[in-house]
Every structure is written in C-alpha cells, then in structure tokens.
C-alpha cells in the first residue's frame, strides 16, 4: 500500500526517535525498520529527475563511501526519486530504505540535496543498507558558520574542504569576513592598493595579546582572493547547498583599508597594515568621500556575491576622531545629528539606502542598534542574546550568535595541551544546550532566522586549527539549528563518539577529543574536596597509575600543597589523551563561598566552591579555571565553618585588557568571627594581579570587596562597556 505524503508527516511526528541516528544532525523523526537494501555497491538515480549541476558533487559525496553513483532509467533506478510541489518545508524530505531501493520526496534542489547527505550517512558499508524512514526538516531557515580571513589567510582550496563539512552537516550559510585590520582579502579593482598595500602586514604578534613584553614575527604576511577566486568559491558552495554572505567591515576595523587610502580616515596620516589584535581607534571617517569610496566597493562586492544579504560589519568603532573630526562635526551639524552614536546610525542608514537600491538588504553585529536602527537591517547578535530580542522587537529578523554559545575561538577543554585560544571557555555540552529564541515571547520568535558559530583567527593560524576548534562543535551547532527536539547529550556524544568521529578521520579532518576527557564534579567533604570523573561515553574506563578509578581527593593543609594526578583513559582498545591534572590545597580548600555578587554564568564554575575547589588557574587564561564577573563591584565571604588562625590570605587578579578583562583598582579585606561584626584587615588599591594580606589572623568569616572601573575607558578594546573581572583560588595559609 502506498502511503501518502500527508500520512507520512502524520505517522513520524508521533515517532520521535529516543536515540541518536547515523545522521548528523539528527533528522526530525526516524523510525528504524526490519528491511534491508542489499547492494553491489553501484547505486542507480533516475536521469530525468537528478539536476545536472547537482550531480556530479553527488558522485564525489558517494565516492568517498566507495559507492558508484550513476544514472539509470526510473525503470532501473534503485533510489527513486519524486518531487512533491506542495510540500510545505522548502528544505524537508521524506525518505525510506526498503528491501527494494530507497525512496525519496522532495521539493527542492535544496530538499533533494538534503535527502543525499543523510543517504550519504545511513550507509555504512558499500554491500547493504538498514531499513529505515525518515520525515525531516530543519527548525531554523539560516544555519551559519563564519570564518575570519583577515588575521590569517586561507587558500581558496582549504576553503572548499570546509565547506565540503559544512555541507555534510546540512548548513546553508558560510559568513566569509574579508576584511579588518590586520588584512583587507578581495580584490577592487577601482581601488587596486587595498590589496597591493592592505592585503600585507610587515609582522604578526607571537604568543598571547596580554603577554609583555610583545613580541613579534617580522615575516611579511598577507595573501588576498582575486575577483574570479571569489566567484569560484561562490558557486562551489552554491553547489552544496551553501550562500556565502561577504562582509565588509565597517566603519570600524578599518586599518588595513587606511593603510592603503589614509585619506579615507579623520587624520589622514600614514598607518601601517595592524599586526597585533584588538580595536584600533583609525576607523572610517564619516565624510561623504569615504562613504562615496565603499558603496563603491559595495558595488563591486554584489557583482561577485549573489546574496540577498550583505554584512557590513558595524562592530567596535572607537568614536575617539569622529568627535575630535572637523570633517565629522560638519557631517553631524548637516544632518542634524546630536552624538557620534547617531553619527553612527546614520552611516550606517546611508550604506544600507545604497544596497538597498541594488536589491540587497545589509546585515550587521548589533552594534547597530546604537543611535537607531537602520530601517530594513538585519542583526547578527554576538555580545549576548539582548540585542538579537531588541531587535526581534523592533520586528527586525535576526541571526543569534551570542559569544556564550558560538564563539568558536574560545577554549573547548582547560587540557594542558589545548592550542593557545583567545581565552573563555565553550565546551561541546555547552554548544549543545544554545537555543536561538531562549527568553523571546513568542510572538518575537518568528523573527529568529537561525543562528551562527563564530571563528575567529587572531589564534588561529593554520586551516588545521580551525577545524580543531570547530570539530566536533560544529556538529554541536548542527544540530541544535536543524532539530528543536534533539536528544539528550549523553546519547548525541555516545553517537558522535562512534559514529561520526570516523567521518571526520576519512576526510582528512582534524578534530578536538576534548569532549571524551573525564568531567569533573566537585564533592566537598570535611577534610577536603573530592572529584568525581564522570564518564563521558559509557565505555570510558578511567586509570591512574594503572588502576581504575571513579574519583580524586585533595585533603585540606595549612600551606600551599601541590597534588598531581595523571589519568588515563580508554574506550576498548582506543586510548584517549591523558589528563594531568594538578590541584593545590591550602585551610580554605573545600569551604562555602557566599557570593554577593555572583559569578557572570559563562565563566562560573563548582558553584559556592569556585574559589575553594583546588583548581588554580593558569596564564595565559581558560575561562573554566577563573571565576569571571562583569560587574564593577565584586563581594563574597568565605565561611571557614570555626573559628581558624592563619597569617596570610592571596587571590590573584587577571589583567587582560584585550578581552575586556581589567586589573581591579582597590580592595578591602574585612574578619569577623560571628558573622555579624567585620573588622577591616586591609585597604588598599591593587598595584599588581595579588590581593594580599599578611599578618597574624584569627576569624571564622572573611569578606572580600573588589572595585574596578565602571566603564571601559575610550580607545580601548570594549569601550563604554563594563569591564569584566576575574579572580583565582582564595589561598589562605597558616
């Protein structure tokens, strides 16, 4: 009996499958069957129904699985093909393995293409495939990934293996950042020394921004696509399903294009191609020549990109020479403007008036909201979930992108061997949890196009490190854009772990274990704290010194203690990286923390104990060592629980002002022995990273209070925003 498409739809979205797949992401409803398709590893597609342009890259796709692909009659077809026009999901198919073949409905190139990279999945060997059906659309239309190839270049070939993965894992969007500071990447043609001069910088930072003193590697460095390279790589991607979305940044992260054209900024002066990371306070002037200069470039950037949507960047634009600029304040008193913010609303209206009239709409990061919002502007929101729900209220469509859950550059493990990061901590689980439309009522929600991971490269420097901080997130990220009711964790990690992590081998893909190292979970005891390794596959078995162990304990000591312990894993015959981990003991290990101010919640870890839990943390710093606070007023009191003598309390600072972390200014350290009644021990402003105090102490109760700057100050890197603080392990000692 044939069944119906409408009866399809019907009959899987009762049947949520409870495990993960083969598939990646996991499609919206399967349901497993007892058939088989044998085959002889040939696969026969009806000519009529393939499009031509789609299937040679099928053949590619089907190859690396060492299968045939060919066209054949619909009478000698043994996947069949049928395009269903009113299917209501442009992207969403139908498919099913049977004894006889496979089966697919379609409504779209882009839903065929789809319907392939799952087949491409389920098939596990070139001889046979398990019956299963299939009902599968994606949540959101917009599923993005963009990389920055400005700090480091790539080369058009290392682009295409990257979009090959992100097609695999059914994102439709590449977000490709072609210029900033440190290096402008398409070729104008009208204005050739954005390339010639702004592709090149003369030296390249070496180590950490925070690190002093700098240094610096003075090979010259660069690299840029030309025009036709662009267009090349436009339609592979389109091939797989993918539009890239170019961006041009501005009108801050300027650097490289003042380089070449000074007279495009306020002061006009000579600057060199930027070398280091950050923001820079030479950005674009807000004149009618240098507006007149990009929608010149804009004009040549639509040519080669077909997208409907431009990203024009408008982050980080340090207003210090606009409100200095006689050339702004003209432009201002014209227009009748009141502040550089509205000087930036309308330079950003008048880019978006002019792409506009080309039939594009712009895109920028929510920077642009500040001084009014363009009116027909799409946001890309990165510096958290607000400014995406501002605008999702305004009625403008949004793409999230918060840094909490898609900034890629972060650290993924605080494993001794994880390559140098910018900082912050994103671990695989936390990807997971990323749901675009969280704290959006839901009249708002139809706003959320999708959302989008984040690369950037300042530390990135090779095509092999960013997929080691992209893979396995990406799938993460995959997932959670393409199915709104995806498994628990626990069984995506099981499948990823062995299902898909293969995939990536056979491609050639470097990819991060750090999600298969053991997790641990603080329990504080009375002399002490221990920690559980909670498994993270169930077949992880957990040694140290070659026996198998469930948990680590540190007792409590009156001086600063070390405690190293080296655990290895395996799953079966496979082993993973080994995890050196090494705690401190000190009077304060394992005592409650009352926090008054609490710990911002991308960088709060063990809870009441994140100050007493043993885990010291290390520079250059990992977001999931230090406890990190956005506020400008940090209090907490640590309970020792009776009454203890001690003759010296530290906590380290980190002062890390290209992150928007800031040494505090002052503190006050104050004992009590009830509770009630504090003394002050110390007053002090902080000259270096160490809150101190040495002297004879007696108390049970110890309040720390932290002050830092209300704002960041102007030219720096987060400017007008609160600077972020974080400390280290409370160390108290006899």
Same mark, same amino acid.
């Given at each position: 009996m044939k069944i119906t498409l409408v009866g399809l739809l019907f009959f899987f979205t009762t049947q949520l499958s409870a495990q993960h797949s083969l598939v990646f992401p996991q499609p919206s409803n399967v349901e497993q069957t007892a058939d088989k398709f044998v085959f002889n590893g040939r696969l026969l597609v009806d000519k009529a129904q393939i499009p031509s342009e789609l299937f040679p890259y099928l053949q590619q796709l089907f190859g690396r699985q060492f299968i045939h692909l060919e066209l054949s009659s619909a009478k000698d077809a043994t996947i069949r093909l049928k395009q269903i026009q009113t299917f209501v999901y442009t992207e969403g198919y139908q498919l099913a393995v049977n004894n006889s073949g496979i089966d697919i409905e379609y409504s779209s190139t882009e839903s065929l293409r789809n319907a392939f990279q799952t087949l491409n999945q389920l098939i596990q060997n070139p001889k046979d495939i398990a019956g299963v059906r299939i009902s599968d659309q994606p949540t959101y239309a917009y599923r993005g990934v963009h990389l920055d190839c400005s700090r480091h270049f790539f080369s058009i070939r290392e682009l295409m293996k990257f979009i090959d993965q992100l097609a695999k894992l059914k994102f439709n969007r590449f977000h490709w950042h072609l210029t900033d500071d440190?290096?402008?990447?398409?070729?104008?043609?009208?204005?050739?020394? !954005?390339?010639?001069?702004?592709?090149?910088?003369?030296?390249? +930072?070496?180590?950490?921004?925070?690190?002093?003193?700098?240094?610096?590697?003075?090979?010259?460095?660069?690299?840029?696509?030309?025009?036709? /390279? %662009?267009?090349? $790589?436009? /339609?592979?991607?389109?091939?797989?399903?993918?539009?890239?979305?170019?961006?041009?940044?501005?009108?801050?992260?300027?650097?490289?294009?003042?380089?070449?054209?000074?007279?495009?900024?306020?002061?006009? #002066?000579?600057?060199?191609?930027?070398?280091?990371?950050?923001?820079?306070?030479?950005?674009?002037?807000?004149?009618?020549?240098?507006?007149?200069? +990009?929608?010149?470039?804009?004009?040549?950037?639509?040519?080669?990109?077909? *997208?409907?949507?431009?990203?024009?960047?408008?982050?980080?634009?340090?207003?210090?020479?606009?409100?200095?600029?006689?050339?702004?304040? @003209?432009?201002?008193?014209?227009?009748?403007?009141?502040?550089?913010?509205? $000087?930036? *609303?309308?330079?950003?209206?008048? &880019? =978006?008036?002019?792409?506009? *009239?080309?039939?594009?709409?712009i895109i920028g990061w929510d920077e642009i909201l500040e001084g009014g919002l363009a009116p027909n502007a799409q946001v890309m929101s990165w510096q958290g979930m607000e400014g995406g729900i501002a605008a999702a209220?305004? #009625?403008?469509?949004?793409?999230?992108?918060?840094?909490?859950?898609?900034?890629?550059?972060?650290?993924?493990?605080?494993?001794?061997?994880?390559?140098?990061? &910018?900082?912050?901590?994103?671990?695989?689980?936390?990807?997971?949890?990323?749901?675009?439309?969280?704290?959006?009522?839901?009249?708002?929600?139809?706003?959320? !196009?999708?959302?989008? %991971?984040?690369?950037?490269?300042?530390? $990135?420097?090779?095509?092999?490190?960013?997929e080691y901080s992209a893979f396995p997130r990406l799938v993460a990220m995959a997932e959670v854009l393409w199915n709104k009711s995806k498994v628990p964790y626990a069984d995506f990690v099981e499948a990823l772990s062995a299902n898909y992590l293969a995939q990536l081998r056979n491609d050639g893909v470097r990819y991060s274990t750090s999600f298969l190292d053991p997790k641990l979970e603080i329990r504080p005891s009375q002399k002490g704290v221990g920690f559980d390794l909670i498994k993270p596959v169930e077949d992880v078995v957990f040694t140290v010194n070659n026996e198998i162990v469930t948990g680590i304990t540190i007792g409590r000591t009156d001086q600063v203690q070390e405690h190293r312990f080296i655990v290895h894993s395996n799953i079966g015959d496979q082993e993973l990286r080994v995890c050196d981990y090494t705690f401190t003991s000190h009077l304060a290990l394992g005592k409650r923390i009352r926090f008054d101010t609490e710990p911002h919640e991308k960088y709060n870890h063990n809870g009441d104990f994140g100050l007493t839990d043993g885990v010291v943390g290390k520079k250059p710093w990992k977001g999931n060592e230090w406890l990190g606070f956005n506020n400008d007023?940090?209090?907490?009191? !640590?309970? +020792?629980? =009776? +009454?203890?003598?001690?003759? @010296? &309390?530290?906590? /380290?600072? $980190?002062?890390?002002?290209?992150?928007?972390i800031y040494r505090p200014e002052r503190f006050v350290i104050q004992l009590s022995k009830d509770g009630r009644k504090f003394k002050t021990a110390k007053k002090s402003k902080l000259t270096g990273d160490l809150i101190q105090l040495k002297k004879k102490m007696k108390a049970r109760y110890v309040k720390v209070s932290i002050f830092n700057k209300e704002?960041?100050?102007?030219?720096?890197?987060?400017?007008?925003?609160?600077?972020?603080?974080?400390?280290?392990?409370?160390?108290?000692?006899?």
């Open positions: 440190q290096g402008w990447r398409i070729e104008i043609k009208k204005y050739p020394k !954005l390339t010639s001069v702004g592709a090149w910088r003369d030296s390249t +930072l070496i180590g950490h921004f925070s690190k002093q003193p700098a240094e610096w590697d003075h090979t010259k460095y660069g690299g840029f696509y030309t025009q036709e /390279e %662009a267009k090349i $790589l436009v /339609e592979y991607a389109r091939i797989r399903g993918i539009e890239i979305i170019p961006e041009i940044e501005m009108p801050g992260h300027a650097s490289a294009a003042i380089a070449a054209y000074p007279e495009l900024s306020c002061t006009e #002066k000579q600057i060199p191609v930027v070398g280091t990371w950050g923001v820079f306070d030479d950005v674009f002037c807000s004149q009618e020549k240098t507006r007149s200069f +990009l929608k010149d470039v804009l004009d040549e950037i639509i040519d080669i990109f077909p *997208s409907q949507v431009i990203h024009i960047g408008g982050d980080e634009c340090p207003k210090v020479n606009w409100e200095k600029c006689p050339k702004c304040k @003209a432009v201002m008193t014209e227009n009748h403007l009141n502040n550089s913010h509205e $000087l930036q *609303s309308f330079f950003i209206r008048d &880019i =978006e008036n002019y792409v506009n *009239s080309k039939g594009r709409t209220k305004l #009625k403008h469509q949004v793409v999230m992108t918060p840094t909490s859950y898609c900034y890629f550059d972060y650290y993924q493990s605080g494993h001794p061997s994880e390559p140098l990061a &910018i900082g912050g901590y994103l671990p695989l689980e936390k990807v997971y949890q990323f749901d675009p439309v969280k704290g959006l009522d839901d009249e708002y929600k139809r706003y959320i !196009l999708g959302g989008q %991971a984040n690369l950037w490269t300042e530390y $990135l420097p090779t095509i092999q490190a960013v007023t940090i209090r907490f009191t !640590l309970d +020792l629980e =009776e +009454l203890t003598s001690f003759t @010296a &309390i530290q906590i /380290e600072t $980190l002062n890390d002002p290209g992150s928007w704002l960041i100050p102007p030219g720096q890197t987060g400017a007008g925003f609160t600077p972020w603080t974080f400390i280290n392990e409370i160390i108290l000692t006899k």
